[in-house]
């Protein structure tokens, strides 16, 4: 299966990434990375830290949007540390960032690769995706699944918006708008895997690289989430996309229409899912509610030990 990962990292996102590269089943053409949990140039530079962990110098990592379609760009140190990866000690990634734009390798791997063949696991605001999101683009895609937005969960960053959606709800709109085939992970589902201490103990007894320092990675992440819901560990969102590709059984969920608020400011990035089907406006998202997450736990623990 030929996926990118378009990615704002983040240590959920380098959970995400070393579950996809510990997964033969899986040809990572290349990471793309956008604005988000931090700037560009940190996303950039940590997405080649987190390949350089894995063992994994050869995959090719681009950079893209340092900024939101239209809004200024909204930013959570205040979760993921002043360096978006804190928790295990760092260093200089030796492995080069690829000269091309993010959005410009997006447009030619997907004219490149047969049609309907190349997926596109999305972990950050969407800015890449809509920019790159022409419509004889579109229709090549086979599917995109995505980390973002929430129904009964509401909201994270706000009372009503995700962070992924929230920073950028014009590229959100425009993605659900695309005809693309979608999967939608929403904080329904992401607040169901907790990285529980026995969990994160697990992952760490593997002793790989990756496995090493994601652990010091959730223990630093996870302290924001337990502190504010009070829980035993805190939602790893990001590799349920992943995991979806390898195990989609681990999953449930129900084909509903996607909407994003873009014009309330009080609203703004609400993703609006029509969960009881009252409207009559198109299905557009499979929208995943519930997950196995011991499964979840356990597919993640074995392909990081693989690293
Ligand atoms: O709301 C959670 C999402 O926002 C995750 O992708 C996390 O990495 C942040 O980007
Ligand atoms: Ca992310």
């Known amino acids: 299966m030929k996926i990118i990962i378009d990615t704002d990292p983040g240590q959920d996102d ?160 425009d993605v659900f708008k695309s005809g693309i085939p979608i999967v939608m992970m929403p904080l329904d589902v992401t607040h169901k895997v907790l990285t529980t201490s026995v969990r994160t103990a697990r992952i760490k007894e593997t002793g790989t690289r990756a496995a090493l320092a994601l652990s010091e990675m959730l223990l630093f992440f996870e302290r924001f989430d337990e502190e504010k819901y009070g829980t035993d560990g805190g939602p790893l969102h990001d590799p349920t996309t992943i995991a979806y590709l390898l195990k989609p059984e681990l999953f449930q969920g129900r084909q509903c229409n996607v909407e994003i608020e873009t014009k309330s400011e009080l609203t703004r990035g609400a993703s609006v899912v029509d969960w009881w089907q009252v409207s009559d406006r198109s299905h557009n998202a499979l929208v995943i509610g519930d997950v196995d997450a011991d499964g979840f736990f356990d597919l993640l623990t074995e392909r990081i030990a693989c690293l």
């Open 14 to 173: 380098a959970a995400a990434i070393f579950l996809a590269l510990g997964s033969p089943e899986l040809e990572v053409l290349g990471i793309t990375t956008v604005a988000g949990n931090v700037p560009l140039a940190l996303t950039a530079k940590n997405a080649r830290i987190i390949c350089e962990m894995a063992g994994r110098p050869d995959v090719r990592v681009f950079a893209g949007a340092d900024k939101p379609l239209v809004r200024a760009l909204v930013t959570a140190e205040h979760v993921h540390g002043k360096t978006g990866l804190d928790g295990p000690e760092l260093f200089e990634p030796t492995m080069p960032l690829q000269e091309k734009h993010a959005v410009d390798f997006i447009v030619e791997t997907i004219k490149a690769e047969e049609s309907g063949t190349v997926t596109l696991c999305t972990i950050g605001p969407l800015t890449n995706i809509a920019l790159a999101l022409a419509p004889e683009i579109a229709k090549r895609v086979q599917q995109i699944v995505m980390m973002g937005g929430a129904y009964f969960e509401q909201g994270n960053v706000t009372p009503s918006a995700e962070f992924n959606v929230y920073v950028d709800p014009e590229a959100a709109r």
